[in-house]
C-alpha cells in the first residue's frame, strides 16, 4: 500500500459517508463495495486496513448516532437467529396420565383436514394379502384418498399409537388382545374411546391362523410324540433340562420375543395355559405367574432357547432364519399360514400342532381419533367393508390364512398331509393381556441374562 494510503482512506470514509447529509448504499459485488455520495460514485476494495482507520476517524454527531443504531440493529438480528440455538433445553416431566404436561389428548391427534394419504398399520407377516387388497381398493377409486400401509411387529405398532408416534385411521393386528389392550389402555390415558372392539362398524376379525411348530420332517419323527401332545412344554421342559434327550444332542428352540411379536406372545400364550392348567391356577393366573413356582419352570424350559437376532426382530425375520437354515434351530413356534408357504418351497419342512394350541385371530380396527377427519373416516368404514366381502377373504387363502367365515383352505392342508398339516385342532382361549404382559417382561429379563 502507498504510504499515505491510511490517512487517504480516512478521510475518504470521512467525508464521503459519515461528515454529510447524504445516502448510503452498499451492496457487495465481485468483492467490492459501492458508495454512492449524492450522484457521484465512488469504488473501493476491500481491505483490512481500512476498517482499522475507520474505527479511529473523528465522527459527527449524526455519523456516531447512525453507527450505533446499525451495531444495535446487528446484535439484535444476531441474537434472535442464533439466541435459541445456546438457550437451555429444559425436558417436560411425563403427567400422571402418560402424555407430556398441560397437553391433552386432541394434541396427540390428526388435526381436522384433508391428508394426502390414510395410514394403515399392521404386521410384515400380512403384507402380501393385505397389500393386494389396498392396492385393488385404491385402484377401484383411482381420485380418492389412497390407503397406504405401514408395517410394524404387532406389539410395537400398538405402543406407537398409545403413545402418540402413528396415528392411523386403521389398526390391523395379528391378534384381538392388542386391540382390545389399546382399546381399554387410551380410555384410561384419555377418557376418549379410540376403539369399540364390540362394534361391527369399526372392529371386525377377519382371519386366524393356528400357532405350530416348524421343524423338518426327519427331526419331526422324534419330536412328534413328544410336541404333538397335550404334555408338549412339559417335554420341552424336560428335555431342556436334562431329563429327557434327543438323538441330535442338545435340544435348540425358538420364538420370536414376545416384547415385539405377536408370534411370541402367543407361544407365551400356550405356556402360562399349560402351567395354570397343570397346577390348578387357571382361576388365578396373574398370582400364577408372580410366583417363584412358576420363574423356576420358565428358567429350565428356557434352558436350551436360542436367543439370537432373528428372535428380537420379530415374527417374520424367525421365519426366514429357519427357512434359509434349519440347522439353526431344532423347532421354532410359527403361524401355520408361515408354515405352509415355507414348506410348499421346501418340502423337508414340517409342522407339529400344540395340543392344545392357540389362534392368532387377524382383525382390523377404525381408530376414532379427537378431531378426526370425518372423510378418513369414511374412507375406512369404505375399505373395512371391501376387506371383510367374500372376495377378499377367498383371497387371503393365497396366504394360507382361515377365514373366520366361509370356505377354508382344506385343500392345500390335505395337499401337505404328510407335513404333518391338518384341517382340524383343538384350540384354547388366549389369556388375558395384562398377565401375558407381566409374563413378558419375565421371560426378557430370563432371556437377557441367560
Known amino acids: 500500500m502507498p504510504p499515505n494510503a491510511h490517512s487517504r482512506a480516512k478521510s475518504r470514509f470521512s467525508r464521503g459517508v459519515f461528515a454529510k447529509k447524504i445516502p448510503f448504499d452498499k451492496r457487495n459485488r465481485k468483492g467490492r463495495a459501492l458508495i454512492s455520495v449524492g450522484a457521484r460514485h465512488r469504488i473501493f476494495k476491500f481491505n483490512p486496513l481500512y476498517f482499522a482507520d475507520f474505527f479511529q476517524m473523528?465522527?459527527?454527531?449524526?455519523?456516531?448516532?447512525?453507527?450505533?443504531?446499525?451495531?444495535?440493529?446487528?446484535?439484535?438480528?444476531?441474537?434472535?437467529?442464533?439466541?435459541?440455538?445456546?438457550?437451555?433445553?429444559?425436558?417436560?416431566?411425563?403427567?400422571?396420565?402418560?402424555?407430556?404436561?398441560?397437553?391433552?389428548?386432541?394434541?396427540?391427534?390428526?388435526a381436522q383436514r384433508t391428508t394426502s394419504e390414510i395410514q394403515l398399520v399392521t404386521s410384515a407377516s400380512r403384507k402380501g394379502w393385505m397389500l393386494d387388497q389396498i392396492e385393488k381398493f385404491n385402484a377401484s377409486r383411482p381420485k380418492g384418498t389412497p390407503i397406504r400401509a405401514k408395517y410394524v411387529e404387532t406389539r410395537e405398532g400398538m405402543h406407537a399409537i398409545l403413545g402418540g408416534k402413528l396415528q392411523p385411521t386403521l389398526y390391523a393386528p395379528s391378534s384381538v388382545i392388542w386391540a382390545d389392550r389399546l382399546a381399554s389402555a387410551y380410555d384410561q390415558k384419555t377418557g376418549h374411546t379410540l376403539l369399540d372392539t364390540s362394534d361391527d362398524a369399526s372392529?371386525?376379525?377377519?382371519?386366524?391362523?393356528?400357532?405350530?411348530?416348524?421343524?423338518?420332517?426327519?427331526?419331526?419323527?422324534?419330536?412328534?410324540?413328544?410336541?404333538?401332545?397335550?404334555?408338549?412344554?412339559?417335554?420341552?421342559?424336560?428335555?431342556?433340562?436334562?431329563?429327557?434327550?434327543?438323538?441330535?444332542?442338545?435340544?435348540?428352540?425358538?420364538?420370536?420375543?414376545?416384547?415385539?411379536?405377536?408370534?411370541?406372545?402367543?407361544?407365551?400364550?400356550?405356556?402360562?395355559?399349560?402351567?395354570?392348567?397343570?397346577?390348578?391356577?387357571?382361576?388365578?393366573?396373574?398370582?400364577?405367574?408372580?410366583?417363584?413356582?412358576?420363574?423356576?419352570?420358565?428358567?429350565?424350559l428356557y434352558a436350551r432357547f436360542v436367543a439370537d437376532s432373528a428372535v428380537k426382530k420379530g415374527s417374520t425375520a424367525l421365519a426366514q432364519?429357519?427357512?434359509?437354515?434349519?440347522?439353526?434351530?431344532?423347532?421354532?413356534?410359527?403361524?401355520?399360514?408361515?408354515?405352509?408357504?415355507?414348506?410348499?418351497?421346501?418340502?423337508?419342512?414340517?409342522?407339529?400342532?400344540?395340543?392344545?394350541?392357540?389362534?392368532?385371530?387377524?382383525?382390523?380396527?377404525?381408530?376414532?381419533?379427537?378431531?378426526?377427519?370425518?372423510?378418513?373416516?369414511?374412507?375406512?368404514?369404505?375399505?373395512?367393508?371391501?376387506?371383510?366381502?367374500?372376495?377378499?377373504?377367498?383371497?387371503?387363502?393365497?396366504?394360507?390364512?382361515?377365514?373366520?367365515?366361509?370356505?377354508?383352505?382344506?385343500?392345500?392342508?390335505?395337499?401337505?398331509?404328510?407335513?404333518?398339516?391338518?384341517?382340524s385342532y383343538s384350540a384354547i382361549e388366549v389369556p388375558p393381556y395384562e398377565v401375558l404382559n407381566k409374563v413378558a417382561f419375565g421371560w426378557k429379563t430370563l432371556v437377557a441374562r441367560s
Open 58 to 110: 473523528k465522527l459527527k454527531p449524526l455519523g456516531k448516532i447512525t453507527l450505533f443504531l446499525l451495531l444495535a440493529g446487528a446484535a439484535f438480528g444476531a441474537w434472535k437467529v442464533l439466541g435459541p440455538r445456546f438457550a437451555p433445553q429444559v425436558a417436560a416431566t411425563p403427567s400422571s396420565n402418560g402424555f407430556p404436561p398441560n397437553t391433552s389428548p386432541s394434541d396427540f391427534a390428526p
Open 203 to 300: 372392529f371386525r376379525v377377519l382371519l386366524k391362523t393356528p400357532m405350530v411348530f416348524l421343524t423338518t420332517r426327519e427331526k419331526a419323527r422324534v419330536l412328534r410324540p413328544l410336541l404333538g401332545t397335550n404334555a408338549a412344554w412339559s417335554n420341552i421342559r424336560a428335555i431342556s433340562s436334562g431329563q429327557k434327550s434327543v438323538p441330535w444332542g442338545r435340544l435348540k428352540w425358538a420364538h420370536a420375543d414376545p416384547l415385539s411379536a405377536n408370534s411370541g406372545m402367543m407361544a407365551l400364550a400356550m405356556i402360562v395355559a399349560d402351567y395354570t392348567d397343570r397346577t390348578n391356577q387357571g382361576g388365578a393366573m396373574s398370582a400364577a405367574v408372580d410366583s417363584a413356582a412358576f420363574a423356576g419352570y420358565l428358567k429350565s
Open 321 to 423: 432364519s429357519f427357512a434359509s437354515e434349519p440347522s439353526r434351530y431344532d423347532f421354532i413356534v410359527a403361524y401355520e399360514s408361515v408354515a405352509l408357504g415355507l414348506v410348499r418351497e421346501n418340502p423337508d419342512l414340517a409342522v407339529i400342532y400344540p395340543t392344545p394350541t392357540v389362534n392368532a385371530e387377524n382383525s382390523i380396527a377404525l381408530l376414532n381419533w379427537p378431531n378426526t377427519n370425518a372423510q378418513n373416516l369414511q374412507i375406512g368404514r369404505e375399505f373395512m367393508q371391501f376387506i371383510a366381502s367374500p372376495q377378499a377373504l377367498s383371497e387371503a387363502k393365497s396366504e394360507y390364512f382361515r377365514p373366520v367365515r366361509g370356505a377354508g383352505i382344506q385343500s392345500e392342508l390335505q395337499k401337505y398331509g404328510a407335513n404333518g398339516f391338518k384341517n
